[in-house]
């Protein structure tokens, strides 16, 4: 039995990088499963599928987490979904391009933590900064860095 080709699985809801996934994608002959709620209408785009789900809180995470393969890569901002991610191996890149590791996802949970007891005290937390060209460029590198080593290590 061989194992199932690698995918880039894309929680697309809020994903600003959606046509550099697909466009990065096609290159490297890796399929794209982009996954949102009824709510947001995605483009469609080479080598992607589309999956929608109910628009209920979590909806489209457990649809991601009950789909992801070890080896795949998966593409979002949410730090709870990044954690299964990294416990079902697969590479875990926000849109940002920063790689979520086993040993940075602690702390980001922690900070993720406090800002929300802050809010729950009447406290004012700043929100995440603009997203920027340099962050779409980044995020272009990781990802090409990441399928360039997938395709490297792959069994012929």
């Not at 996954?35 to 785009?45: G, K, M, T």
């Not at 909806?59 to 979002?76: E, H, K, M, W, Y």
Request: proline share 6%; charged share 25%; hydrophobic share 40%.
């Amino acid at each position: 039995m061989t194992a199932a080709q690698p995918k880039i699985v894309v929680d697309a809801d809020a994903c600003p990088v959606k046509e550099q996934i697909s466009s990065t994608a096609v290159r490297f002959g890796v399929p794209v499963w982009m996954v949102s709620s009824y709510n947001h209408r995605l483009p469609e785009l080479p080598g992607v599928t589309i999956f929608q789900v109910d628009a209920s809180d979590q909806a489209a995470d457990l649809f991601i987490a009950n789909r992801l393969s070890p080896g795949d890569v998966l593409v979002t901002q949410d730090y709870g979904l990044a954690t299964i991610g990294l416990a079902k191996r697969t590479t875990v890149l926000s849109p940002r391009g920063t790689m979520f590791t086993n040993d940075n996802i602690d702390r980001l949970l922690e900070e993720r933590h406090q800002s929300a007891k802050r809010r729950r005290a009447g406290g004012r937390t700043k929100g995440p900064k603009p997203f920027t060209a340099e962050d779409r460029d980044r995020f272009l590198h990781v990802l090409t860095k990441v399928l360039s080593r997938m395709q490297e290590n792959a069994p012929t």
